[in-house]
């Protein structure tokens, strides 16, 4: 077990911090050669949490250190949130969040499953966490396009690759610090795209603020790829949310009867 747990009130505050043990297995394996790390969340701690009925959320930190963040041969390749953890959150009617932090605590960014929407679904499954933040310049590309209409010299974008892929078990608020990326400013508009086969694709709310704590947050329902830009993609790299619904509709006729659908 590489991780321990401490908890608070009504919500449970736990951090999860990886032991000493197990940063010097990783650098006995770190010597030019690429390591993948995997990092199963132990859930007993955070399930007791939830138990309690004066707790009504779990927020879970992992604290990734500079031994893992700042090595090139060594890739966090998955930290899961388990299947339990979830069933347990709707079964207890508890939201819960995951946050990957620094060291030092700093959230990097950040899950959250509320009760209402872990309620409503029958899909519940493991979740891998781990997010690939990269930035997108004028002069790179996203589906053959340039992306010189969504970033410029001054503001790059900011592509969000998550690890896990396919319909989520519920619908999730994700969370992403841009207090480090350069020229951009809390309350500065910016638009949030799923990155579609042929298209930018529309979330149920692209245009978001940076908050007042420097963060950005939007709503997914789909492991994907994403990205964060400073400007408004124009209509013909962009598919909506209308462009995407198909409506069927039908109507019973009557022998010989005639009619308009």
């Not at 930190?61 to 709707?90: F, G, H, M, R, Y």
């Not at 503001?155 to 690890?163: A, P, T, V």
Request: net charge positive.
């Amino acid at each position: 077990k590489c991780m321990e747990g401490k908890s608070g009130k009504t919500t449970a505050n736990l951090e999860l911090l990886i032991t000493d043990k197990f940063l010097e297995s990783i650098r006995k394996e770190d010597q030019g050669k690429p390591v993948s790390v995997t990092l199963n969340i132990a859930d007993k701690d955070i399930t007791e949490q939830m138990a309690h009925q004066d707790v009504k959320s779990v927020v879970v930190a992992i604290k990734v250190p500079n031994t893992i963040k700042n090595s090139s041969n060594v890739t966090l390749k998955a930290v899961n949130l388990s299947k339990d953890v979830l069933k347990t959150a709707k079964e207890e009617k508890k939201s819960v969040t995951f946050r990957i932090a620094d060291e030092k605590g700093k959230t990097n960014y950040s899950w959250k499953f509320k009760a209402k929407d872990l309620s409503n679904t029958t899909n519940i499954k493991s979740v891998n966490t781990v997010i690939d933040l990269s930035t997108i310049g004028a002069n790179d590309s996203i589906l053959g396009e340039s992306t010189k209409t969504v970033v410029n010299d001054k503001q790059n974008g900011i592509l969000l690759d998550f690890s896990q892929k396919g319909q989520l078990p519920a619908k999730a608020t994700f969370k992403v610090n841009m207090n480090d990326r350069e020229r951009y400013v809390k309350g500065q508009k910016v638009y949030v795209y799923h990155v579609g086969k042929n298209q930018l694709e529309t979330i149920p709310k692209t245009e978001v603020k940076i908050d007042k704590d420097g963060y950005v947050s939007f709503q997914i329902k789909r492991g994907d790829k994403y990205v964060i830009v400073p400007q408004k993609a124009s209509s013909e790299l962009v598919s909506t949310l209308v462009d995407r619904t198909k409506v069927t509709t039908s109507k019973t006729m009557k022998k010989g009867q005639s009619g308009t659908i």
